[in-house]
Nanobody
Framework: QVQLVESGGGLVQAGGSLRLSCAPS????????MAWFRQAPGKEREFVAR???????????YYADSVKGRFTISRDNAKNAVYLQMSSLKPEDTAVYYC????????????????WGQGTQVTVSS
């Protein structure tokens, strides 16, 4: 079993930045792909970014079009942690952000992931 704990959410003005952290614990050696999703009130949970375990060619990352160029996902395998650096935040980025982990490379669907954190609130004021 794997437990995920997110931190770093908060209230920020539009144009500001926040850094989210996700600390996995438990059977972390079984994790390959990790990702961030978000869910705004009244909306479905949506994919934000994902990163696979470091490979010889680097860290495969993938982003939703809505955050590409503004958000950066990174991973520290030594700490078993994953981060989401968010810049140029917009009011439409307001949501609960969830960390997710997969036994596989992971994808853009909620069903691609085996474990989820409890979420951290990000609120962007205009």
């Amino acid at each position: 079993q794997v437990q995920l704990v997110e931190s770093g959410g908060g209230l920020v003005q539009a144009g500001g930045s926040l850094r989210l952290s996700c600390a996995p614990s438990g059977r972390t050696f079984s994790i390959y792909g990790m990702a961030w999703f978000r869910q705004a009130p009244g909306k479905e949970r949506e994919f934000v970014a994902r990163i696979a375990r470091i490979t010889l060619s680097g860290e495969p990352t993938y982003y939703a079009d809505s955050v590409k160029g503004r958000f950066t996902i990174s991973r520290d395998n030594a700490k078993n942690a994953v981060y989401l650096q968010m810049s140029s935040l917009k009011p439409e980025d307001t949501a609960v952000y969830y960390c997710a982990a997969s036994y596989g490379i992971g994808g853009v669907r909620v069903s691609d992931y085996n474990f989820w954190g409890q979420g951290t609130q990000v609120t962007v004021s205009s």
